[in-house]
């Protein structure tokens, strides 16, 4: 290696390293409410604009100076000027992080559940639960924690949290959804939405869609809690077991949860609920060959596989989809991209 392709590779490996500093200076954002704060000055703030609207500590300023250059160098706000004279002003990035009760779509609660310190602690022990024989029967979660994810979210109250984020998450993408790909939904009368949470998915094909019969289906704990709705239908039950009669089931960014295993088992549900003519709707990550040359979904992509070990779930790629389909007894299947890194699957009995 000559010296520039050492330093250069040290550059690289540091950058890799810290890369979790990224993550945590755009949870402290959003924690933060920055965007809201920058969004309240008419969406250009100086640094002491910023330290107003927050309530930072005043012995905290230059701390959060370097914060703002941080996000800045990253994207998620742009600046004019330097020094005492900067204005930071919101990007497209940062938009999406506002929460003033307008924007039905921000994704601020999202954030805060992909930067979770229990799952980034769960990360840090990929090589233990690789190689530790002890492990072999546990997810990556248990092996950090000791517990479940879903016993620690019993334990420490958590679960709202996460059912905010899956609402943020799908109302964005129910929107587009709704706005370029309506089509997926029609000749459909009836839907149940499995694994639905709290029904913003369902509520939102039931806004646009009103002649459509929307039934979310999710485990008990969790319909206890989702709010009363006049156009959707809640039950409480497990999708292992049964899933209401429909003309089309969705599965919004669940199947990522299961091996294929427990994913075929689902599938097979699903086949027994709809008609000979009905079909299952799946929004979820269709992994993009090594051909593509869209770096930044490949990488996302490939983030979220790993971070899916915490649970032992997993992305697929188009032949592991296939797969699954396959031996659920589905016939054909249909994938149209979306933006962003997910894709809506048509499964056809």
């Known amino acids: 290696m000559s010296t520039e392709d050492l330093l250069q590779a040290q550059l690289e490996l540091y ?31 100086t640094l002491s604009d910023i330290a107003t609207e927050t309530g930072i500590h005043p012995t905290k300023y230059s701390h959060l100076r370097r914060l703002m250059q941080a996000l800045t160098v990253f994207g998620i ?26 924007n039905l779509c921000t994704q601020s609660p999202i954030v805060r559940v992909l930067v979770d310190p229990l799952s980034v602690t769960a990360l840090c022990s990929i ?55 309506s089509s997926v939904f029609q000749g459909v009368s009836s839907l149940v939405d499995a694994g639905g949470g709290h029904g913003a998915a369902a509520a939102s094909i039931a806004k646009v869609l009103p002649h459509v019969k929307c039934t979310v289906l999710d485990l008990p704990h969790v ?22 009669p429909a003309d089309a089931v969705l599965l919004k960014w669940v199947m990522c949860l299961w091996q294929d295993e427990d994913a075929v088992k689902v599938l097979r549900r699903c086949k027994e609920a709809i008609p000979s003519g009905g079909k299952v709707i799946i929004f979820d990550a269709v992994v993009e060959s090594g051909g ?21 779930g997993g992305e697929r790629d188009e032949e592991q989809w296939r797969k699954i389909f396959t031996e659920a007894g589905f016939r054909d299947y249909k994938i149209t991209p979306m933006l962003g890194f997910r894709s809506i699957i048509e499964v056809y009995p």
């Not at 330097?82 to 003033?100: H, M, N």
């Not at 206890?224 to 209401?244: H, K, L, M, R, W």
Request: proline share 2%; aromatic share 8%; with cysteine.
């Open 77 to 102: 706000f742009s600046v004019e000027g330097c020094d005492g004279d900067a204005r930071y002003k919101l990007t497209f990035v940062s938009r999406l992080l506002v929460e003033d009760g307008e």
């Open 127 to 181: 090589g233990e639960w690789f190689t530790d024989e002890r492990a072999s029967a546990m997810t990556l979660f248990e092996v950090a924690h000791g517990c479940t994810r879903s016993e620690m979210t019993a334990k420490n109250g958590t679960g709202g949290l996460f059912q905010t984020g899956m609402i943020a998450d799908s109302r964005l993408v129910m929107e587009v959804v709704l706005k370029e790909h």
């Open 292 to 312: 593509s040359q869209n770096i930044l979904l490949r990488e996302t992509q490939a983030l979220f596989d790993v971070q899916m070990m915490r649970v032992d």
């Open 223 to 244: 319909v206890a809690g989702a709010p009363t709705s006049d156009n959707v239908q809640f039950v409480a039950g497990d999708v292992f077991e049964y899933i209401p």
């Open 15 to 45: 950058h890799h390293s810290m890369a979790y500093v990224k993550s945590a200076a755009l949870r402290a954002a959003t924690d933060l409410l920055i965007p809201d704060a920058i969004h309240r000055r008419g969406g250009v703030a």
